[in-house]
Protein backbone atom coordinates (compact mmCIF):
# COMPACT_ATOMS: atom_id res chain seq x y z
CA UNK A 1 0.00 0.00 0.00
CA UNK A 2 1.26 3.34 -1.08
CA UNK A 3 0.97 6.44 1.33
CA UNK A 4 -1.06 8.75 0.04
CA UNK A 5 0.06 12.39 -1.05
CA UNK A 6 -0.36 15.00 2.20
CA UNK A 7 -3.64 17.36 2.07
CA UNK A 8 -4.53 20.06 4.40
CA UNK A 9 -8.14 18.82 6.55
CA UNK A 10 -9.52 21.73 4.85
CA UNK A 11 -8.48 20.62 1.53
CA UNK A 12 -10.04 17.01 2.38
CA UNK A 13 -13.48 18.85 3.42
CA UNK A 14 -13.27 20.88 0.86
CA UNK A 15 -13.17 18.03 -1.90
CA UNK A 16 -15.41 15.87 0.02
CA UNK A 17 -18.42 18.61 0.08
CA UNK A 18 -17.96 19.07 -3.48
CA UNK A 19 -18.09 15.72 -4.12
CA UNK A 20 -21.49 15.21 -2.17
CA UNK A 21 -23.03 18.60 -3.77
CA UNK A 22 -22.11 17.23 -7.39
CA UNK A 23 -23.93 14.05 -6.85
CA UNK A 24 -26.83 15.51 -5.19
CA UNK A 25 -27.18 18.17 -7.92
CA UNK A 26 -27.30 15.62 -10.84
CA UNK A 27 -31.06 14.56 -9.08
CA UNK A 28 -33.96 15.70 -9.92
CA UNK A 29 -35.73 18.17 -7.14
CA UNK A 30 -37.45 17.70 -4.47
CA UNK A 31 -40.46 19.98 -2.40
CA UNK A 32 -41.68 20.22 0.92
CA UNK A 33 -44.44 22.61 1.60
CA UNK A 34 -46.36 23.48 4.55
CA UNK A 35 -49.99 23.51 3.77
CA UNK A 36 -53.06 24.53 5.79
CA UNK A 37 -53.56 20.74 6.62
CA UNK A 38 -50.18 19.91 6.69
CA UNK A 39 -47.31 19.61 5.08
CA UNK A 40 -47.00 18.49 1.21
CA UNK A 41 -44.22 16.49 -0.16
CA UNK A 42 -43.51 16.91 -4.24
CA UNK A 43 -41.07 15.40 -5.71
CA UNK A 44 -40.19 14.81 -9.41
CA UNK A 45 -40.04 10.82 -9.98
CA UNK A 46 -41.00 8.86 -12.72
CA UNK A 47 -40.41 5.84 -10.90
CA UNK A 48 -43.73 4.65 -8.77
CA UNK A 49 -41.59 2.19 -6.50
CA UNK A 50 -38.50 3.56 -5.55
CA UNK A 51 -39.96 6.13 -3.36
CA UNK A 52 -37.96 9.55 -2.70
CA UNK A 53 -40.99 10.46 -0.55
CA UNK A 54 -42.02 7.91 2.54
CA UNK A 55 -43.39 7.55 6.49
CA UNK A 56 -41.48 7.59 9.50
CA UNK A 57 -44.17 7.68 12.26
CA UNK A 58 -47.68 8.82 12.79
CA UNK A 59 -46.99 12.66 12.63
CA UNK A 60 -43.68 12.05 11.00
CA UNK A 61 -43.00 12.05 7.02
CA UNK A 62 -39.39 11.98 5.14
CA UNK A 63 -38.06 12.99 2.07
CA UNK A 64 -34.90 12.82 0.23
CA UNK A 65 -32.84 13.35 -2.85
CA UNK A 66 -29.61 12.08 -4.22
CA UNK A 67 -28.24 8.35 -4.26
CA UNK A 68 -31.28 5.90 -3.62
CA UNK A 69 -29.30 3.44 -1.93
CA UNK A 70 -27.81 5.42 0.97
CA UNK A 71 -31.04 7.57 1.15
CA UNK A 72 -32.88 4.24 1.74
CA UNK A 73 -31.16 3.01 4.30
CA UNK A 74 -31.21 6.10 6.18
CA UNK A 75 -35.40 6.21 5.76
CA UNK A 76 -35.08 2.20 7.33
CA UNK A 77 -33.15 3.68 9.81
CA UNK A 78 -35.58 6.02 11.01
CA UNK A 79 -38.84 3.89 10.89
CA UNK A 80 -36.49 1.92 13.11
CA UNK A 81 -35.58 4.33 15.49
CA UNK A 82 -39.04 5.53 15.58
CA UNK A 83 -40.63 1.96 16.06
CA UNK A 84 -38.19 1.57 18.65
CA UNK A 85 -38.85 4.03 20.77
CA UNK A 86 -42.67 4.06 20.47
CA UNK A 87 -42.80 0.97 21.58
CA UNK A 88 -40.88 1.81 24.57
CA UNK A 89 -41.96 4.68 25.34
CA UNK A 90 -45.13 6.05 23.84
CA UNK A 91 -46.54 6.68 20.24
CA UNK A 92 -46.30 10.59 21.44
CA UNK A 93 -42.82 10.72 22.43
CA UNK A 94 -41.32 10.10 19.10
CA UNK A 95 -40.36 13.95 17.60
CA UNK A 96 -39.23 14.99 14.75
CA UNK A 97 -36.70 16.77 16.06
CA UNK A 98 -35.36 12.87 18.10
CA UNK A 99 -35.21 11.74 14.26
CA UNK A 100 -33.52 14.55 12.72
CA UNK A 101 -30.84 14.35 15.44
CA UNK A 102 -30.22 11.33 14.88
CA UNK A 103 -30.05 11.50 11.16
CA UNK A 104 -27.66 14.60 11.73
CA UNK A 105 -25.18 12.63 14.06
CA UNK A 106 -25.15 9.83 11.80
CA UNK A 107 -24.23 12.20 8.55
CA UNK A 108 -21.66 13.92 9.89
CA UNK A 109 -20.39 10.93 11.55
CA UNK A 110 -19.64 9.34 8.00
CA UNK A 111 -18.85 12.73 6.65
CA UNK A 112 -16.15 13.22 8.64
CA UNK A 113 -14.82 9.31 9.00
CA UNK A 114 -15.23 7.92 6.10
CA UNK A 115 -13.99 8.06 2.93
CA UNK A 116 -16.97 8.88 0.36
CA UNK A 117 -19.61 11.08 2.29
CA UNK A 118 -23.32 10.35 1.59
CA UNK A 119 -24.97 12.02 -1.64
CA UNK A 120 -27.68 12.63 -0.24
CA UNK A 121 -29.95 15.50 0.91
CA UNK A 122 -33.25 14.79 3.45
CA UNK A 123 -35.88 16.57 4.88
CA UNK A 124 -38.04 15.21 8.34
CA UNK A 125 -41.28 16.78 8.67
CA UNK A 126 -43.58 16.26 11.39
CA UNK A 127 -47.26 17.75 11.38
CA UNK A 128 -48.24 19.28 15.07
CA UNK A 129 -52.02 19.84 16.36
CA UNK A 130 -51.44 23.70 14.62
CA UNK A 131 -49.97 24.73 11.25
CA UNK A 132 -47.78 26.93 14.07
CA UNK A 133 -46.48 23.50 15.31
CA UNK A 134 -45.49 21.82 11.88
CA UNK A 135 -41.75 21.38 11.81
CA UNK A 136 -39.74 21.24 8.71
CA UNK A 137 -36.00 20.19 9.57
CA UNK A 138 -33.47 20.19 6.35
CA UNK A 139 -30.38 17.97 7.00
CA UNK A 140 -27.74 18.11 4.65
CA UNK A 141 -24.71 15.70 4.04
CA UNK A 142 -22.46 16.71 6.71
CA UNK A 143 -24.79 16.73 8.91
CA UNK A 144 -26.23 20.29 9.54
CA UNK A 145 -29.52 20.63 10.72
CA UNK A 146 -31.69 23.48 10.14
CA UNK A 147 -35.12 23.98 11.08
CA UNK A 148 -36.79 25.90 7.93
CA UNK A 149 -40.29 27.21 7.48
CA UNK A 150 -42.80 27.28 5.00
CA UNK A 151 -40.99 24.59 2.68
CA UNK A 152 -37.83 23.00 1.88
CA UNK A 153 -36.49 22.37 -1.33
CA UNK A 154 -33.61 19.69 -2.60
CA UNK A 155 -32.12 18.34 -5.12
CA UNK A 156 -30.68 19.73 -8.64
CA UNK A 157 -32.70 22.89 -9.41
CA UNK A 158 -33.02 23.75 -5.51
CA UNK A 159 -32.01 27.23 -6.22
CA UNK A 160 -34.30 28.07 -8.82
CA UNK A 161 -37.23 26.36 -7.51
CA UNK A 162 -36.63 28.19 -4.08
CA UNK A 163 -36.55 31.32 -5.92
CA UNK A 164 -40.10 30.24 -7.35
CA UNK A 165 -41.19 29.42 -4.40
CA UNK A 166 -40.26 32.53 -2.21
CA UNK A 167 -42.39 34.78 -5.11
CA UNK A 168 -45.35 32.47 -4.85
CA UNK A 169 -45.72 30.62 -1.93
CA UNK A 170 -48.39 31.82 0.99
CA UNK A 171 -48.44 30.16 4.35
CA UNK A 172 -51.91 28.41 4.44
CA UNK A 173 -53.05 27.64 1.12
CA UNK A 174 -55.20 24.65 0.28
CA UNK A 175 -53.68 21.43 -0.57
CA UNK A 176 -55.15 22.45 -4.44
CA UNK A 177 -52.97 25.73 -4.44
CA UNK A 178 -50.09 24.24 -2.51
CA UNK A 179 -49.65 21.66 -5.08
CA UNK A 180 -50.22 23.69 -7.83
CA UNK A 181 -47.50 26.27 -6.41
CA UNK A 182 -45.46 23.51 -6.11
CA UNK A 183 -45.40 21.47 -8.86
CA UNK A 184 -45.02 24.96 -11.23
CA UNK A 185 -42.28 25.70 -9.13
CA UNK A 186 -40.85 22.35 -9.76
CA UNK A 187 -41.56 22.34 -13.94
CA UNK A 188 -40.25 25.58 -14.10
CA UNK A 189 -37.02 24.59 -13.53
CA UNK A 190 -36.81 20.65 -14.38
CA UNK A 191 -34.60 19.97 -17.28
CA UNK A 192 -37.25 17.28 -18.18
CA UNK A 193 -39.46 19.90 -18.94
CA UNK A 194 -37.15 22.80 -20.55
CA UNK A 195 -36.18 19.76 -22.52
CA UNK A 196 -39.11 19.94 -24.76
CA UNK A 197 -39.59 23.52 -25.01
CA UNK A 198 -42.33 23.80 -22.11
CA UNK A 199 -42.92 27.23 -21.38
CA UNK A 200 -45.25 27.25 -18.48
CA UNK A 201 -45.98 23.36 -19.24
CA UNK A 202 -46.46 21.09 -15.83
CA UNK A 203 -44.82 18.19 -14.75
CA UNK A 204 -47.57 15.38 -15.96
CA UNK A 205 -48.77 13.08 -12.77
CA UNK A 206 -46.60 10.36 -13.90
CA UNK A 207 -43.64 12.26 -13.33
CA UNK A 208 -44.39 13.51 -10.00
CA UNK A 209 -44.49 11.75 -6.59
CA UNK A 210 -47.21 13.22 -4.17
CA UNK A 211 -47.73 12.60 -0.29
CA UNK A 212 -48.97 14.55 2.60
CA UNK A 213 -49.15 14.57 6.26
CA UNK A 214 -52.70 15.14 6.78
CA UNK A 215 -53.13 16.44 10.57
CA UNK A 216 -56.72 15.81 10.29
CA UNK A 217 -56.29 12.18 9.98
CA UNK A 218 -56.17 10.29 13.01
CA UNK A 219 -53.02 8.17 13.94
CA UNK A 220 -51.24 7.90 10.69
CA UNK A 221 -50.91 11.35 9.34
CA UNK A 222 -49.18 10.02 6.07
CA UNK A 223 -51.00 9.47 2.75
CA UNK A 224 -49.61 8.81 -1.04
CA UNK A 225 -51.47 10.51 -3.06
CA UNK A 226 -51.74 8.86 -6.65
CA UNK A 227 -53.66 7.95 -9.20
CA UNK A 228 -56.78 9.26 -9.99
CA UNK A 229 -56.82 11.36 -6.88
CA UNK A 230 -53.85 12.92 -7.82
CA UNK A 231 -55.09 13.71 -11.44
CA UNK A 232 -58.03 15.53 -10.73
CA UNK A 233 -55.81 17.66 -8.24
CA UNK A 234 -53.85 18.61 -10.97
CA UNK A 235 -56.04 18.54 -13.71
CA UNK A 236 -58.56 20.94 -12.95
CA UNK A 237 -56.11 23.77 -13.57
CA UNK A 238 -54.19 22.85 -16.04
CA UNK A 239 -55.90 23.33 -19.15
CA UNK A 240 -56.73 20.98 -21.51
CA UNK A 241 -56.28 17.94 -19.69
CA UNK A 242 -59.91 16.83 -19.05
CA UNK A 243 -58.49 13.38 -17.97
CA UNK A 244 -60.28 14.07 -14.51
CA UNK A 245 -63.76 14.93 -15.87
CA UNK A 246 -66.04 13.61 -13.69
CA UNK A 247 -63.64 13.22 -10.59
CA UNK A 248 -63.63 17.00 -9.68
CA UNK A 249 -64.26 16.15 -6.18
CA UNK A 250 -62.06 18.26 -3.34
CA UNK A 251 -59.32 15.48 -2.23
CA UNK A 252 -60.60 13.30 0.46
CA UNK A 253 -57.20 13.18 3.11
CA UNK A 254 -59.29 12.51 6.21
CA UNK A 255 -61.68 9.28 4.44
CA UNK A 256 -59.25 6.85 3.57
CA UNK A 257 -60.34 4.13 0.68
CA UNK A 258 -60.90 0.53 1.03
CA UNK A 259 -57.28 -0.68 1.12
CA UNK A 260 -55.83 2.33 3.09
CA UNK A 261 -53.70 0.65 5.59
CA UNK A 262 -54.59 3.39 8.22
CA UNK A 263 -53.43 4.30 11.51
CA UNK A 264 -52.51 1.66 14.13
CA UNK A 265 -53.35 2.24 17.32
CA UNK A 266 -51.75 1.05 20.66
CA UNK A 267 -53.73 -0.96 22.75
CA UNK A 268 -54.80 1.59 24.91
CA UNK A 269 -56.04 3.99 22.03
CA UNK A 270 -57.53 1.62 19.41
CA UNK A 271 -57.84 3.08 16.18
CA UNK A 272 -59.79 1.63 13.05
CA UNK A 273 -59.55 2.19 9.60
CA UNK A 274 -58.91 6.07 10.06
CA UNK A 275 -61.84 7.18 9.22
CA UNK A 276 -62.86 10.84 10.82
CA UNK A 277 -66.37 11.10 10.94
CA UNK A 278 -66.58 14.44 11.55
CA UNK A 279 -64.64 15.13 8.25
CA UNK A 280 -67.76 15.97 6.33
CA UNK A 281 -65.60 17.26 2.62
CA UNK A 282 -65.47 14.67 0.32
CA UNK A 283 -66.69 11.72 2.30
CA UNK A 284 -68.73 10.41 0.37
CA UNK A 285 -69.23 7.10 -1.89
CA UNK A 286 -67.79 9.23 -4.63
CA UNK A 287 -64.78 8.67 -3.67
CA UNK A 288 -64.52 5.13 -6.00
CA UNK A 289 -61.82 2.02 -5.28
CA UNK A 290 -60.42 3.01 -8.58
CA UNK A 291 -59.42 6.41 -7.22
CA UNK A 292 -56.16 4.93 -6.00
CA UNK A 293 -55.78 6.80 -2.70
CA UNK A 294 -53.26 4.69 -0.40
CA UNK A 295 -52.82 5.19 2.53
CA UNK A 296 -49.32 4.33 4.26
CA UNK A 297 -48.42 2.26 1.26
CA UNK A 298 -49.12 1.59 -2.38
CA UNK A 299 -50.05 -2.22 -1.82
CA UNK A 300 -53.20 -0.91 -0.45
CA UNK A 301 -54.83 0.95 -3.28
CA UNK A 302 -54.46 -2.62 -5.33
CA UNK A 303 -56.08 -4.43 -2.60
CA UNK A 304 -59.45 -2.21 -2.31
CA UNK A 305 -59.71 -2.98 -6.54
CA UNK A 306 -60.63 -6.17 -6.16
CA UNK A 307 -63.28 -6.31 -3.48
CA UNK B 1 -31.32 -1.01 30.26
CA UNK B 2 -28.52 0.10 28.80
CA UNK B 3 -29.85 -0.65 25.55
CA UNK B 4 -32.53 2.21 26.22
CA UNK B 5 -30.14 4.71 27.16
CA UNK B 6 -27.73 4.17 24.64
CA UNK B 7 -29.03 3.27 21.09
CA UNK B 8 -32.70 4.19 21.51
CA UNK B 9 -32.25 8.20 22.32
CA UNK B 10 -30.71 8.69 18.87
CA UNK B 11 -28.42 11.07 20.60
CA UNK B 12 -25.29 9.34 19.37
CA UNK B 13 -26.88 8.90 15.87
CA UNK B 14 -27.87 5.46 14.44
CA UNK B 15 -26.05 2.07 15.97
CA UNK B 16 -24.77 -0.20 12.48
CA UNK B 17 -27.72 -2.31 13.26
CA UNK B 18 -30.39 0.17 12.12
CA UNK B 19 -28.54 0.99 8.88
CA UNK B 20 -27.96 -2.95 8.14
CA UNK B 21 -30.31 -3.35 5.18
CA UNK B 22 -31.69 -6.42 6.21
CA UNK B 23 -35.07 -7.33 7.43
CA UNK B 24 -37.97 -5.87 7.54
CA UNK B 25 -39.22 -7.34 10.76
CA UNK B 26 -39.61 -5.27 13.65
CA UNK B 27 -39.45 -8.60 16.03
CA UNK B 28 -35.98 -9.72 14.74
CA UNK B 29 -34.73 -6.31 14.97
CA UNK B 30 -35.79 -5.92 18.33
CA UNK B 31 -33.88 -10.02 19.10
CA UNK B 32 -30.75 -7.86 17.84
CA UNK B 33 -30.65 -4.25 19.12
CA UNK B 34 -32.70 -4.50 22.52
CA UNK B 35 -34.00 -8.23 23.56
CA UNK B 36 -34.72 -7.45 26.71
CA UNK B 37 -37.92 -5.73 25.36
CA UNK B 38 -39.78 -8.77 23.84
CA UNK B 39 -41.79 -10.74 25.79
CA UNK B 40 -40.47 -14.52 24.86
CA UNK B 41 -36.89 -13.80 25.84
CA UNK B 42 -36.96 -13.16 29.70
CA UNK B 43 -36.32 -15.30 32.44
CA UNK B 44 -39.16 -18.18 33.00
CA UNK B 45 -40.75 -18.17 36.50
CA UNK B 46 -39.79 -21.39 38.12
CA UNK B 47 -43.14 -22.22 40.34
CA UNK B 48 -46.46 -21.55 38.33
CA UNK B 49 -47.47 -18.32 38.72
CA UNK B 50 -51.01 -18.54 37.08
CA UNK B 51 -53.21 -17.52 39.73
CA UNK B 52 -50.94 -14.81 40.59
CA UNK B 53 -51.75 -12.55 37.08
CA UNK B 54 -55.06 -11.55 35.76
CA UNK B 55 -56.36 -13.87 33.06
CA UNK B 56 -58.68 -12.66 30.22
CA UNK B 57 -61.56 -15.19 29.23
CA UNK B 58 -63.89 -15.67 26.24
CA UNK B 59 -63.50 -14.60 22.81
CA UNK B 60 -65.15 -15.65 19.45
CA UNK B 61 -64.92 -14.89 16.51
CA UNK B 62 -67.66 -15.71 13.10
CA UNK B 63 -68.05 -15.05 9.68
CA UNK B 64 -70.13 -13.73 7.78
CA UNK B 65 -70.93 -12.96 3.70
CA UNK B 66 -69.13 -9.29 3.71
CA UNK B 67 -65.89 -10.26 6.30
CA UNK B 68 -65.61 -11.32 10.08
CA UNK B 69 -66.78 -10.52 13.36
CA UNK B 70 -64.68 -10.53 16.56
CA UNK B 71 -65.78 -10.09 20.22
CA UNK B 72 -64.85 -10.76 23.49
CA UNK B 73 -66.17 -10.15 27.14
CA UNK B 74 -64.78 -8.02 29.75
CA UNK B 75 -63.96 -9.87 32.35
CA UNK B 76 -60.52 -10.53 33.30
CA UNK B 77 -59.86 -13.07 36.72
CA UNK B 78 -57.64 -13.57 39.56
CA UNK B 79 -57.75 -17.11 40.55
CA UNK B 80 -61.20 -16.88 42.36
CA UNK B 81 -61.23 -13.13 41.78
CA UNK B 82 -62.56 -11.12 39.29
CA UNK B 83 -59.37 -8.60 38.50
CA UNK B 84 -60.97 -6.58 36.09
CA UNK B 85 -64.74 -5.89 34.51
CA UNK B 86 -63.82 -3.32 32.04
CA UNK B 87 -60.91 -5.25 30.45
CA UNK B 88 -60.24 -5.13 26.37
CA UNK B 89 -58.90 -7.71 25.12
CA UNK B 90 -60.26 -7.44 21.33
CA UNK B 91 -57.51 -5.05 19.35
CA UNK B 92 -57.52 -3.97 15.62
CA UNK B 93 -53.76 -5.58 14.45
CA UNK B 94 -53.54 -3.43 11.63
CA UNK B 95 -56.69 -1.76 9.13
CA UNK B 96 -57.97 -5.14 7.69
CA UNK B 97 -57.47 -7.64 11.05
CA UNK B 98 -58.51 -7.95 14.02
CA UNK B 99 -56.86 -10.18 16.91
CA UNK B 100 -58.25 -11.22 20.41
CA UNK B 101 -56.30 -12.71 23.33
CA UNK B 102 -57.47 -15.23 25.87
CA UNK B 103 -54.44 -16.22 29.08
CA UNK B 104 -52.05 -14.17 30.90
CA UNK B 105 -53.36 -10.44 30.11
CA UNK B 106 -49.85 -8.72 31.18
CA UNK B 107 -48.21 -11.22 28.09
CA UNK B 108 -51.30 -10.96 26.38
CA UNK B 109 -51.54 -7.09 25.89
CA UNK B 110 -47.56 -6.96 25.41
CA UNK B 111 -47.97 -9.11 22.46
CA UNK B 112 -50.27 -7.49 20.65
CA UNK B 113 -48.81 -4.34 21.29
CA UNK B 114 -45.26 -5.65 19.83
CA UNK B 115 -47.82 -7.32 17.00
CA UNK B 116 -49.39 -3.61 16.21
CA UNK B 117 -45.83 -2.67 15.43
CA UNK B 118 -44.62 -5.70 13.57
CA UNK B 119 -47.49 -4.91 11.13
CA UNK B 120 -47.44 -1.52 10.84
CA UNK B 121 -43.37 -1.70 10.51
CA UNK B 122 -43.10 -3.96 7.59
CA UNK B 123 -45.77 -2.29 5.88
CA UNK B 124 -43.54 1.09 6.10
CA UNK B 125 -40.57 -0.51 5.64
CA UNK B 126 -41.56 -2.62 2.56
CA UNK B 127 -44.40 -0.39 0.92
CA UNK B 128 -47.07 -3.32 1.16
CA UNK B 129 -49.46 -4.96 3.21
CA UNK B 130 -48.29 -8.37 4.40
CA UNK B 131 -50.89 -10.82 3.11
CA UNK B 132 -53.61 -12.37 5.34
CA UNK B 133 -51.76 -15.81 5.55
CA UNK B 134 -48.27 -13.97 6.59
CA UNK B 135 -49.55 -11.95 9.34
CA UNK B 136 -51.69 -15.17 10.79
CA UNK B 137 -47.74 -16.75 10.79
CA UNK B 138 -45.87 -13.85 11.96
CA UNK B 139 -48.12 -14.36 14.93
CA UNK B 140 -47.98 -18.04 15.25
CA UNK B 141 -43.78 -17.63 15.69
CA UNK B 142 -44.46 -14.84 18.57
CA UNK B 143 -46.54 -17.63 20.30
CA UNK B 144 -44.10 -19.97 19.78
CA UNK B 145 -41.24 -17.71 21.75
CA UNK B 146 -43.56 -17.73 24.58
CA UNK B 147 -43.88 -21.80 25.39
CA UNK B 148 -41.34 -21.60 28.38
CA UNK B 149 -44.02 -19.05 30.03
CA UNK B 150 -47.04 -20.94 29.05
CA UNK B 151 -46.09 -23.87 30.73
CA UNK B 152 -45.80 -22.17 34.35
CA UNK B 153 -49.05 -21.01 33.88
CA UNK B 154 -48.80 -17.77 31.30
CA UNK B 155 -49.98 -19.42 28.23
CA UNK B 156 -51.39 -16.45 25.75
CA UNK B 157 -54.10 -17.97 23.46
CA UNK B 158 -54.88 -15.24 20.56
CA UNK B 159 -57.52 -15.32 17.83
CA UNK B 160 -56.82 -13.48 14.94
CA UNK B 161 -59.06 -12.43 11.73
CA UNK B 162 -59.21 -10.87 9.34
CA UNK B 163 -60.24 -9.66 5.86
CA UNK B 164 -58.52 -11.25 3.06
CA UNK B 165 -57.92 -8.55 0.27
CA UNK B 166 -56.89 -11.23 -2.32
CA UNK B 167 -59.39 -13.49 -1.25
CA UNK B 168 -60.59 -15.59 -4.43
CA UNK B 169 -63.78 -14.08 -6.14
CA UNK B 170 -66.53 -16.49 -4.77
CA UNK B 171 -64.90 -17.14 -1.64
CA UNK B 172 -65.32 -15.63 2.21
CA UNK B 173 -62.85 -12.94 2.50
CA UNK B 174 -63.21 -13.36 5.96
CA UNK B 175 -60.94 -15.36 7.61
CA UNK B 176 -59.99 -16.93 10.85
CA UNK B 177 -57.21 -18.45 12.29
CA UNK B 178 -56.87 -19.59 15.70
CA UNK B 179 -53.66 -21.18 18.07
CA UNK B 180 -52.50 -23.17 20.24
CA UNK B 181 -49.62 -22.83 23.26
CA UNK B 182 -46.67 -24.33 20.68
CA UNK B 183 -47.80 -21.57 17.98
CA UNK B 184 -49.79 -24.28 16.06
CA UNK B 185 -51.99 -22.18 13.42
CA UNK B 186 -54.85 -23.12 12.17
CA UNK B 187 -57.35 -21.65 9.73
CA UNK B 188 -61.20 -21.93 10.82
CA UNK B 189 -63.82 -22.73 9.59
CA UNK B 190 -66.79 -20.24 9.74
CA UNK B 191 -66.83 -19.95 13.24
CA UNK B 192 -64.66 -20.24 16.23
CA UNK B 193 -63.53 -19.56 20.50
CA UNK B 194 -60.80 -19.36 22.48
CA UNK B 195 -60.82 -18.92 26.72
CA UNK B 196 -62.07 -20.93 29.31
CA UNK B 197 -65.54 -20.19 28.25
CA UNK B 198 -65.09 -21.13 24.63
CA UNK B 199 -66.91 -24.69 24.97
CA UNK B 200 -69.85 -22.77 25.63
CA UNK B 201 -69.56 -20.26 23.14
CA UNK B 202 -68.98 -22.75 20.46
CA UNK B 203 -72.00 -24.67 21.37
CA UNK B 204 -74.10 -21.87 20.88
CA UNK B 205 -72.52 -20.90 17.65
CA UNK B 206 -73.29 -24.51 16.32
CA UNK B 207 -76.83 -23.75 16.90
CA UNK B 208 -77.14 -20.04 15.85
CA UNK B 209 -74.34 -19.79 13.02
CA UNK B 210 -74.95 -21.05 9.33
CA UNK B 211 -72.88 -20.17 5.99
CA UNK B 212 -73.80 -16.76 4.42
CA UNK B 213 -74.80 -15.12 7.46
CA UNK B 214 -75.93 -10.98 7.06
CA UNK B 215 -73.99 -8.90 9.49
CA UNK B 216 -76.53 -7.83 11.79
CA UNK B 217 -77.73 -11.95 12.07
CA UNK B 218 -73.72 -12.67 12.56
CA UNK B 219 -73.52 -10.17 15.11
CA UNK B 220 -76.58 -11.32 17.26
CA UNK B 221 -75.25 -14.70 16.58
CA UNK B 222 -71.50 -13.98 18.24
CA UNK B 223 -72.71 -11.81 21.14
CA UNK B 224 -75.27 -14.61 22.30
CA UNK B 225 -72.16 -17.02 21.88
CA UNK B 226 -70.82 -14.77 24.73
CA UNK B 227 -74.13 -14.76 26.57
CA UNK B 228 -74.15 -18.26 26.83
CA UNK B 229 -70.32 -18.42 27.99
CA UNK B 230 -70.93 -16.04 30.64
CA UNK B 231 -74.03 -18.27 31.43
CA UNK B 232 -71.63 -21.24 32.08
CA UNK B 233 -68.65 -19.85 32.59
CA UNK B 234 -67.81 -18.32 36.18
CA UNK B 235 -64.69 -16.36 34.59
CA UNK B 236 -66.70 -15.15 31.45
CA UNK B 237 -68.26 -11.84 32.20
CA UNK B 238 -72.05 -11.28 30.78
CA UNK B 239 -73.83 -7.88 29.74
CA UNK B 240 -73.95 -5.36 32.40
CA UNK B 241 -75.99 -3.18 31.66
CA UNK B 242 -75.44 -1.67 35.61
CA UNK B 243 -72.48 -0.55 34.72
CA UNK B 244 -72.94 -0.47 30.97
CA UNK B 245 -70.55 -2.76 29.97
CA UNK B 246 -70.61 -4.74 27.16
CA UNK B 247 -68.76 -7.59 24.86
CA UNK B 248 -66.57 -5.14 22.50
CA UNK B 249 -67.59 -6.28 18.82
CA UNK B 250 -65.08 -5.37 16.16
CA UNK B 251 -66.42 -6.04 12.21
CA UNK B 252 -63.76 -6.34 9.72
CA UNK B 253 -65.04 -6.18 5.87
CA UNK B 254 -64.57 -4.02 2.67
CA UNK B 255 -64.22 -0.71 4.66
CA UNK B 256 -61.64 -2.08 6.86
CA UNK B 257 -61.56 -2.81 10.90
CA UNK B 258 -64.05 -0.72 13.06
CA UNK B 259 -65.21 -1.13 16.79
CA UNK B 260 -68.96 -1.44 16.90
CA UNK B 261 -70.43 1.44 19.64
CA UNK B 262 -71.77 0.18 22.82
CA UNK B 263 -75.25 1.55 21.58
CA UNK B 264 -74.97 -1.06 18.73
CA UNK B 265 -73.67 -3.84 20.83
CA UNK B 266 -76.09 -3.16 23.75
CA UNK B 267 -79.48 -3.46 21.45
CA UNK B 268 -78.27 -6.94 20.46
CA UNK B 269 -76.99 -7.82 24.09
CA UNK B 270 -80.56 -5.85 25.33
CA UNK B 271 -82.66 -8.21 22.52
CA UNK B 272 -81.36 -11.40 24.02
CA UNK B 273 -81.80 -10.61 27.88
CA UNK B 274 -85.29 -9.97 26.56
CA UNK B 275 -86.10 -13.02 24.95
CA UNK B 276 -84.06 -15.34 27.48
CA UNK B 277 -86.52 -13.82 30.44
CA UNK B 278 -89.43 -14.15 28.35
CA UNK B 279 -88.57 -17.55 27.67
CA UNK B 280 -88.22 -18.44 31.07
CA UNK B 281 -92.10 -16.71 32.18
CA UNK B 282 -93.44 -18.96 29.57
CA UNK B 283 -91.25 -22.11 31.16
Known sequence: MTM??????EQLMRDRSEYARKGISRGRSVAVLTY?????????????????VGEIYDRIGFAAVGRYSEFESLRVAGVRLADVRGYSYNRRDVTGRVIANAYAQTLGEIFTQQTKPFEVELCVAEVGETSEADQLYRLTFDGSVVDEPDFIVMGGQADAVT?????????????????????????????????????????????????????????????????AALGSLLGDRSAGDGAAEGATHAHTPSAPQPGTPAGLGDPAAPDTAGGTAGSGEGSGPQTGPADGVGGGTDGGADGATSS | MDGLTQSHTGRSGFPPAYLDRVGSSFTDFLGVT????????????????????PHGTTIVAVTYHGGVLMGGDRRATMGNLISSRDIEKVYPADSWSVIGIAGAAGIAIEMVKLYQVELEHY????????????????????????????????????????????????TTPGRIFSYDVTGGNYEERGYSAVGSGSLFARNSLKK??????????????????????????????????????????YRVDAEGAVRLTDDEVSAVAGAITEERAAAEGQG
Open chain 1, 4 to 9: PYYASP
Open chain 1, 36 to 52: ADGVLFIAENPSSTLHK
Open chain 1, 163 to 227: AHLRENFRAGLDLRDALMVGVRALSASSPAMSGNGGDGGLLPAGQLEVAVLDRRRPKRAFRRVVG
Open chain 2, 34 to 53: APDLLPGRRPVPQIPVGDLT
Open chain 2, 123 to 170: EKIEGLTLSLDGKANRLAQMIRGNLGAALQGLAVVPLFAGYDLDAAPG
Open chain 2, 208 to 249: TWRPGLDGDAATRSLVEALYDAADDDSATGGPDPVRRLYPIV
